[in-house]
């Protein structure tokens, strides 16, 4: 069965200290990853996806195939980062419909 | 360029009653997805629809059912409201399909009670 999964429901850190935001799927062939953001009172966006390989805003995430992961990555967090983040994939196994990790909440401490 | 719109925004609904919510694609998107999300959960996909015929439906009952129209905008109708259908609901617009690495555009939810 296609699944995402993000296993911390909150995440704090400080301001300036490295993030990661894990994200591990289950899905049969080829996934499509993305990372959407839902900042205060704002609609969710698009983050980034692995194929467009970009660095948005300061993060990164890497497709690892072997390990079924692609976690999102920060060197150095800032206080505009805290907010709520979903890992999502699509593929042909899932009809090209996105499937959700339940989120992670992030909050920057001063 | 106009974003995804969603009306009402917030909805309160008794037990066994019906219900539509509206959603207006943004311009040039000829796709629109619908997802119920739970408190503290993600997006859970409903269904979707492209160029007025459904294009996909994830695991919820015929009761939720939909339509797209002509300039693509399009409603989500819940028939006999259960209370696990509180939530909050989200359309989302994209250019076509499935060919654009699938970036959505989101409105901002309509927050559906059920008492």
């Known amino acids: 069965a296609q699944r995402v999964t993000q296993p911390e429901k909150l995440l704090s850190v400080f301001k300036g200290a490295p993030v990661e935001l894990k994200c591990n799927y289950s899905?049969?062939?080829?996934?499509?990853l993305f990372w959407y953001v839902q900042y205060s009172r704002q609609r969710l966006q698009l983050l980034l996806r692995?194929?467009?390989?970009?660095s948005i805003k300061g993060f990164t995430a890497d497709l690892n195939k072997g390990e079924t992961s692609f976690h999102l990555k920060k060197p150095f967090a800032q206080e505009e980062d805290s907010a709520m983040y979903y890992c999502?994939?699509?593929?042909?196994?899932?009809?090209?419909?996105?499937?959700w990790g339940a989120g992670t909440k992030l909050i920057i401490k001063p | 360029e106009t974003g995804v719109t969603q009306s009402p925004t917030h909805l309160i609904k008794t037990r066994g009653q019906q219900v539509t919510l509206r959603c207006s694609s943004q311009?040039?998107?000829?796709?629109v997805s619908w997802y119920q999300q739970a408190l503290g959960q993600g997006p859970q996909f409903i269904f979707q629809?492209?160029?007025?015929?459904?294009?996909g439906r994830g695991n919820f009952p015929p009761r939720f059912s939909g339509l797209q129209f002509p300039n693509y905008s399009s409603e989500l109708n819940v028939n006999a409201l259960e209370l696990d259908d509180s939530a909050l609901y989200l359309c989302?617009?994209?250019?076509?399909?499935?060919?654009?690495?699938?970036?959505?555009?989101f409105g901002p939810g309509t927050r559906l009670t059920v008492t």
């Open positions: 989302a617009s994209s250019p076509t399909a499935r060919d654009n690495g699938y970036e959505q555009y």
């Open positions: 311009s040039g998107h000829n796709t």
């Open positions: 629809y492209y160029r007025e015929e459904e294009n």
């Open positions: 899905y049969s062939g080829s996934p499509e």
């Open positions: 692995h194929i467009s390989r970009e």
């Open positions: 999502a994939l699509s593929g042909y196994s899932s009809n090209y419909q996105l499937i």
